[in-house]
């Protein structure tokens, strides 16, 4: 039987694939999808307080502090139909503040090496008009540099060049690595082969959930 409220966090490196996955999960269940990377860049792109504090560890590819992540998840926390986490937590002061809030069913560890991260996302462009993301891997515009849906330009984010994704990788591996040791020993934990194709990913990452 499928348990029909879950609380679920994605983690995985840089380029793992947490988002496209997360798309498929939303597909088959009612849930609250809280991608702190988005949230993040909106606050960037709005030009708020929190967005310019972000910006300045973003752009180095470092990971925003604790404190300014947690209060910004936890004023989202207001759905009774379960939550899925993508790229939240990161650290374990983070795993312990969302504690704190509710109750998690599971943790999948979407796995996936630098190598492989750093040809995914250095080939990632975003509409510099709409934000529709494309890239010429899996997901390239009919027109190159152009948008589909408006027209407009296409263009690479300073945190999807290459050195800036290699430090984010190193970042992950420091900073967020010690958070599956942590789940692990809670018994939430669950790893999945991130570098399968999409669907093969979702299909064992469903065995886990379910």
Do not use: W
């Amino acid at each position: 039987m499928v348990k029909e409220k879950l609380n679920i966090v994605l983690l995985g490196g840089p380029g793992a694939g947490k988002g496209t996955q997360a798309e498929k999960i939303l597909e088959e269940r009612s849930m609250e999808h809280l991608a702190t990377g988005d949230i993040l860049r909106d606050e960037v792109d709005r030009g708020t307080e929190l967005g310019k504090k972000a910006k300045s560890y973003m752009d180095k590819g470092d990971l925003v502090p604790d404190e300014l992540v947690v209060n910004m998840v936890k004023k989202r926390l207001e759905n009774e139909k379960g939550y899925l986490f993508d790229g939240f937590p990161r650290t374990t002061n983070q795993a312990k503040a969302l504690s704190e809030t509710i109750d998690l069913d599971h943790v999948v560890y979407i796995k996936i090496d630098k190598s492989e991260a750093v040809r995914r996302l250095s080939a990632r462009r975003v509409c510099s008009d709409c934000g529709k993301i494309y890239n010429s891997l899996f997901k390239p515009p009919n027109r190159k540099g152009i948008c589909d849906e408006c027209g407009g330009e296409l263009y690479q984010r300073d945190d999807d060049k290459a050195k800036v994704i290699r430090d984010r990788f190193e970042t992950f591996l420091d900073e967020t690595a010690p958070l599956i040791d942590y789940y692990e020993e809670k018994g939430l934990l669950v790893g999945v082969d991130g570098e399968q194709k999409p669907d093969e990913v979702y299909a064992e990452l469903q065995k886990a959930i379910c």
